[in-house]
């Protein structure tokens, strides 16, 4: 099955400094979607977006939609410990399945 | 919130056995997934449900099976599990036809001796 190209594969950042992430694919999407797993635990949804350009925010995250619609960006502003995680980005293709392809996570690590 | 409840969080089970992978919603959601999780591969769709007593094969569906026989319930079986199904097993759920967030389990891992 067709996966998400998410970058970078991992990062190491200090406490305090903004994150930045993306997700890109060959194809339109229609919905893109942002989740979080802390280790052991499910993915937890953070944001959803659903319309090209569309700017989301979530407390410190903010996602936006391509404005191709074959990307999304998430960012984080004044990274804390606690943002440790993997984030995955998820899409939904323009045709309108209730399926959605997955990006292979970003690991972040943040240093105190 | 959306609550999504898979019945182990850890599971041992040896070569050969048939398994029983439980997941339970309380939101009344007619779509649900099962996925597996490995390393570097992300999540892989195996089977999915839109309706009761209705599934669909996803990207890996060999040597799994499902079941939906109550909507809020969705049974991922291994048939005779082998070693390379060790694997985190997630599922999920969704509302309706659109394009609704899908909402996860905390997983179960399962180790196949």
């Known amino acids: 099955g067709q996966q998400l190209n998410q970058s970078p594969q991992s990062m190491f950042i200090q406490e305090g400094e903004d994150v930045s992430m993306n997700c890109t694919s060959s194809?339109?999407?229609?919905?893109w979607l942002w989740y979080k797993q802390d280790p052991g635990e499910g993915p937890v949804l953070l944001i959803a977006l659903y319309k090209a350009g569309e700017l989301t925010s979530n407390g410190r995250l903010t996602a936006q939609f391509g404005i191709t619609r074959k990307d999304s960006f998430l960012n984080i502003s004044a990274s804390i410990p606690s943002d440790v995680g993997i984030y995955f980005c998820?899409?939904?293709?323009?045709?309108?399945?209730?399926?959605?392809?997955f990006g292979t996570g970003t690991r972040l690590k943040v240093l105190a | 919130d959306v609550k999504v409840t898979q019945s182990s969080r850890y599971l041992v089970k040896r070569t050969g056995e048939k398994v029983f992978l439980e997941c339970v919603q309380d939101?009344?959601?007619?779509?649900m997934f099962w996925y597996r999780q490995d390393p570097g591969l992300g999540l892989r769709l195996i089977y999915f449900?839109?309706?009761?007593?209705?599934?669909e094969k996803g990207d890996i569906p060999e040597g799994y099976s499902v079941s939906r026989e109550k909507k809020e319930r969705f049974s991922l079986i291994l048939e005779s599990a082998s070693t390379n199904q060790t694997s985190m097993y997630l599922c999920a759920s969704s509302k309706g036809r659109g394009n609704q967030p899908q909402h996860f389990g905390d997983g179960t891992r399962l180790s196949i001796l």
């Open positions: 449900s839109y309706d009761v007593k209705m599934k």
């Open positions: 998820a899409g939904q293709k323009a045709s309108g399945t209730y399926k959605y392809i």
């Open positions: 194809s339109i999407f229609n919905t």
């Open positions: 939101m009344d959601h007619e779509n």
